[in-house]
């Protein structure tokens, strides 16, 4: 980058990305530069003073937006099928149905879960995502599919295969590193919020359903297994709130000005 394209003095640059640039003696004087990254840039004798430096105000709010969409659409949806199923027994006709929401829930809450704590095997933590996005999306899709269609089951069960295929080929495609700042924030970055959001709810509905297993058989005065379900329902409260924490530290890991790595000899900042 040549000294004529350095000169940067009061200009809005948000959401920019300087990744591995030359930007020795880059005047940024007074510009805005809230969510830009500057990782691994060369940025000796820059002058930063009067720059805006932080926090991406659009960055924020739109992935807050898509955080509270999917928190609300997931909610409603998973709190309304496990009252629906609460009650029902191994005589009733709709028991596969309770029976498949414990797996599904089981399968996309936990892989969410254990997603989080696979930091360094990319590979493996890739894997939990896709197959929780698409468990989540089989969920989400059996409900409102089936909802739509006056409860019919062979709609709403080929509404949750479709949306199923569908997340786990976005899953695969938007969940993989994308090259460039915004590529990332709109790929991996809001597919991460979308899955671990999901979860959490997903986690939250098993904990309801399990409490209610534990309450059956304390009340029948089977101790041992509801204390069991007691453990198991707060096991996955923990992992709800796991889930959380990790839509939390997506939310906080971009849209915030970065020089990791950065070479800042000399650089004057305020």
């Known amino acids: 980058m040549n000294q004529q394209n350095r000169n940067f003095v009061n200009c809005n640059l948000q959401n920019r990305s300087f990744q591995g640039l030359e930007l020795q003696g880059a005047d940024f004087r007074g510009a805005d530069i809230r969510g830009c990254n500057f990782s691994h840039?060369?940025?000796?004798?820059?002058n930063f003073l009067g720059?805006?430096?932080?926090?991406?105000?659009?960055l924020t709010i739109i992935l807050m937006v898509v955080t509270v969409f999917v928190a609300i659409a997931s909610f409603i949806a998973i709190t309304a099928?496990?009252?629906?199923?609460v009650e029902k027994?191994?005589?009733?006709?709709?028991?596969?149905?309770?029976i498949a929401l414990f797996v599904s829930l089981v399968v996309a809450g936990l892989?969410?879960?254990?997603?989080?704590?696979?930091?360094?095997s990319l590979i493996w933590q890739r894997l939990m995502k896709i197959i929780s996005g698409a468990a989540s999306a089989a969920l989400l899709g059996f409900y409102y599919g089936g909802s739509s269609t006056d409860n019919?089951?062979?709609?709403?069960i080929a509404s949750a295969a479709i949306a199923a295929i569908v997340s786990a080929a976005i899953c695969f495609i938007l969940g993989s590193p994308s090259p460039g700042f915004l590529g990332k924030i709109m790929g991996n970055t809001l597919t991460n919020i979308a899955i671990a959001m999901v979860g959490s709810i997903n986690n939250y509905g098993l904990a309801f359903l399990i409490s209610?297993?534990?309450?059956?058989?304390?009340?029948?005065?089977n101790f041992l297994l509801g204390i069991f379900y007691i453990i198991l329902a707060l096991i996955m409260v923990g992992m709800s709130l796991l889930?959380?924490?990790?839509?939390?530290?997506e939310i906080n890991s971009v849209g915030i000005t970065s020089f990791q790595y950065a070479n800042l000899l000399d650089t004057k900042f305020d």
């Open 51 to 58: 720059a805006k430096i932080g926090r991406s105000p659009k």
């Open 41 to 46: 840039a060369q940025l000796q004798n820059a």
């Open 89 to 98: 027994t191994p005589e009733d006709i709709t028991w596969s149905f309770k």
């Open 152 to 156: 019919n089951p062979q709609l709403a």
């Open 212 to 221: 209610s297993l534990s309450a059956i058989y304390l009340s029948s005065g």
């Open 243 to 249: 889930c959380f924490t990790q839509v939390i530290k």
């Open 81 to 85: 099928m496990s009252f629906a199923v």
């Open 111 to 120: 892989s969410s879960a254990i997603a989080s704590f696979l930091q360094n």
